[in-house]
């Protein structure tokens, strides 16, 4: 499989990352191991979560996700197979958000200890924080990069302006520099990624890894009615794609996964892989099925015709 490298650190992954948001959530520890395993079987080898996956869950508190596979990677003696991206910055608790270095120091050794391992190979900002300087956001990241506990930085839900602003400090300061984007991209929200992020990051080789790759499960087709919402954890959330525009998108994504006799999901996240900018796009999985259709979609050879029928009914 080809590997795609994250900005110009050297690190190779392949061109699908697994989200690891689900890790404790709606699937345990058992069903995360086989799609863990699955995955890596398959011939991936990037996997991304977050210190706050999964506190939303009533009786969680935050890092299940990372204990999860930490307790993989151990049992499987697998770290050095694998690509780790983890995150720093959503509220923990009301003493533990933000990007300010007191934190980042103090989060990063927790994420470590759940992870079971001395080093992270991608660490983002989850989020922006308006509240601290970026130069002292940056100072500590570039801290635990000299200190051999993180390889490379990323950025999550960054606008143009701070990313930029950003990458311009690490220049001037010698700082170690965000080298990956996660922003909310597919086929349904692109206006927003697409105007000001894309250029950007293709200018910069910022390698850019998409959130909501399937818009919430949305594009997987299975979500066509307000009827669709019981489905899953995650159904109120994707039948809000289906609008008028929303309709025009699936039609697109029915005919050519027909054509190709795959899943609909596997055609979206092709599109995705498609894109100049785009490094790997992040999906989720809750069973060995949905998984499959994920990974088809590195086989998949989109023609033109077919790329422009997907631009044309997702125009903005």
Not at 41 to 68: C, H, L, M, Q
Not at 129 to 155: N, Q, S
């Amino acid at each position: 499989m080809n590997k795609r490298q994250l900005g110009k650190t050297g690190i190779e992954v392949a061109p699908l990352c697994f989200g690891g948001n689900v890790f404790g959530w709606t699937i345990d520890q058992e069903m995360s191991f086989q799609l863990l395993d699955g995955f890596v079987e398959a011939g991936f080898n990037f996997v991304d979560t977050a210190d706050v996956y999964s506190r939303w869950v009533p009786g969680n508190k935050g890092g299940e996700s990372e204990t999860i596979i930490g307790n993989w990677m151990k049992e499987r003696r697998i770290r050095d197979k694998v690509i780790i991206a983890t995150k720093v910055g959503m509220e923990l608790a009301p003493d533990k958000k933000g990007l300010k270095a007191a934190y980042i120091k103090q989060a990063v050794e927790d994420s470590l200890k759940r992870l079971q391992t001395d080093y992270i190979d991608l660490y983002q900002s989850h989020t922006d924080d308006m509240e601290t300087p970026i130069e002292e956001t940056l100072a500590a990241f570039d801290a635990l990069v000299k200190e051999g506990k993180v390889r490379a930085i990323g950025a999550s839900n960054f606008s143009a302006k701070r990313l930029k602003e950003s990458l311009h400090i690490s220049e001037q300061q010698d700082f170690a520099s965000y080298v990956t984007l996660q922003p909310k991209y597919n086929l349904h929200d692109r206006e927003s990624f697409e105007k000001e992020l894309e250029p950007l990051c293709l200018n910069k080789e910022v390698s850019v890894i998409p959130y909501y790759s399937l818009a919430s499960g949305f594009l997987t087709g299975k979500y066509r009615s307000k009827d669709d919402i019981k489905q899953s954890a995650r159904g109120e959330k994707a039948i809000s794609y289906l609008d008028e525009r929303g309709v025009k998108i699936l039609g697109a994504l029915d005919d050519i996964s027909l054509d190709h006799q795959v899943k609909p999901a596997t055609i979206a996240l092709a599109w995705l892989m498609q894109r100049p900018s785009i490094t790997a796009p992040i999906a989720s999985a809750t069973s060995l099925e949905q998984l499959k259709d994920l990974t088809e979609a590195a086989q998949i050879k989109l023609a033109t015709v077919e790329v422009e029928k997907l631009d044309f009914e997702s125009r903005y």
